[in-house]
């Protein structure tokens, strides 16, 4: 199949990110089975890192059974951290204290990296690639839909918002994965790549304000560059959802 331009040009930007932000070979990925997840996967592994996906949840949740089901096809190696339901809500109090906000959405995230960086410290590997950044750049969330009917200015206005939200989140994050000796990284919101995604026309994104699956570009280009189906196609919860994190965390407050 040949590719088109705009997809290749795509990879080649996300290639040149990964270059510019990863700098050793050796990397854990934190891993859903998703299509974002599994395209960064793909792409790393296609330029020779060594790659090692970690995917974290309580037990039976969506993403580690997902997550699973994907990598029967890519045969990565893959390892998986069931959460313990019984000290979580002292992991949850710890990771509150640490990045000391109350805002929801932080605290989730940080406590799936703190599972995340837990196990790939287990693993020796102190480097661990997100993909983070493709939601806010190709129009991943609900708020896109939302934003459709007022025009590209408002859907421009909403992913500069949540740009923002997403780059002090992960110094949070960071902040939490240091315990342990790993660095998160997230090639996709370099600010060069950043600049380009911008460039990307909003239709290559989300189609209009009924669009449940949006992100269009970056589902063709991993087709294009053999993800699996069920993983280009599968419209798939964030992950404090898809772990369990986000029910889990409601409990204990």
Request: charged share 25%; proline share 2%; glycine share 4%.
């Amino acid at each position: 199949m040949m590719m088109d331009e705009i997809c290749q040009k795509l990879l080649d930007n996300i290639k040149n990110a990964i270059s510019e932000t990863v700098s050793g070979k050796k990397i854990g990925i934190a891993y859903s089975g998703g299509v974002d997840s599994t395209l960064i996967s793909k792409i790393c592994s296609d330029m020779d890192y060594d790659i090692t996906l970690l995917t974290i949840g309580f037990p039976e949740s969506h993403d580690i059974l997902f997550a699973k089901q994907v990598n029967e096809f890519l045969k990565y190696p893959h390892h998986v951290l069931e959460i313990d339901s019984e000290t979580f809500p002292t992991v949850s109090s710890k990771i509150n204290q640490t990045i000391q906000t109350e805002n929801l959405s932080w605290n989730e995230n940080s406590i799936a990296f703190y599972y995340v960086s837990k196990l790939a410290q287990s693993l020796s590997l102190d480097t661990v690639i997100t993909a983070n950044g493709i939601d806010e750049l190709f129009c991943g969330y609900n708020a896109y839909r939302e934003a459709f009917s007022e025009g590209e200015s408002k859907i421009h206005q909403v992913m500069n918002e949540k740009l923002e939200n997403e780059l002090k989140m992960m110094k949070a994050v960071n902040l939490v994965a240091s315990e342990f000796g790993v660095t998160i990284l997230q090639p996709l919101l370099h600010s060069k790549f950043i600049d380009y995604a911008k460039t990307i026309p909003i239709s290559e994104k989300i189609h209009d304000s009924e669009d449940l699956y949006r992100k269009h570009i970056i589902r063709k280009l991993a087709s294009q560059i053999n993800v699996p189906e069920i993983s280009c196609t599968k419209r798939k919860k964030a992950l404090q959802y898809g772990s369990k994190i986000h029910k889990a965390l409601l409990k204990t407050r």
